[in-house]
């Protein structure tokens, strides 16, 4: 009987263009997740001697267009699956997003109801905690993998930017 179901379901989806353009457009918004970032500078941080690939699409197996070391700076349009999107050489390019860094050097404060975790990278284990409302200098900004942006802070440690605020003077 189930298999009936989806048959005739199937069969309504070839026949009837009105409910195919329905599901494409229910379908849509999953297909275009990402996120913005607003234009910003990044820098290139990959350990000496190394290099980070430049491709045409947001995925390992897309085709590498060109490579970056560290000190190469870009200007960010938007994070997707993980990769940053940029212009290289007049083309939509696409580079892994960890590593990549927008630097800064300003005071912030930490707003929680409660501590706040440190981290060895972004999205990485515990090594240590911040208490709330006090002030801590942000070094530079990173995204993980899903887009979430954290603050890397003095002692080489990582925080989540949800939990700061810049400081008023």
């Known amino acids: 009987m189930k298999r009936k179901k989806t048959a005739w379901l199937a069969g309504c989806i070839r026949r009837k263009k009105s409910l195919r353009l329905l599901?494409?457009?229910?379908?849509?918004?999953?297909?275009?997740?990402?996120?913005?970032?607003q234009a910003e500078k990044m820098v290139c941080i990959v350990p000496e001697y190394q290099y980070v690939r430049i491709r045409n699409g947001a995925g390992r197996n897309a085709a590498e267009m060109g490579r970056m070391h560290t000190g190469d700076q870009i200007d960010a349009e938007c994070f997707e699956d993980g990769f940053v999107r940029f212009r290289y050489?007049?083309?939509?390019?696409?580079?892994?997003?960890?590593?990549?860094?927008t630097p800064e050097d300003r005071m912030y404060r930490v707003i929680a109801n409660g501590r706040v975790t440190k981290r060895d990278k972004p999205g990485g284990r515990r090594t240590g905690w911040l208490n709330p409302v006090i002030q801590i200098q942000v070094l530079g900004w990173r995204y993980d993998r899903d887009g979430i942006r954290w603050a890397r802070v003095y002692g080489g440690c990582f925080v989540k930017a949800e939990f700061l605020s810049l400081e008023s003077k």
């Not at 379908?27 to 990402?34: F, K, M, N, R, T």
């Not at 083309?91 to 997003?97: I, L, V």
């Open 23 to 37: 599901l494409c457009l229910l379908a849509l918004p999953l297909l275009l997740i990402h996120t913005k970032v």
């Open 89 to 101: 050489e007049g083309r939509t390019a696409f580079a892994d997003a960890a590593f990549f860094e």
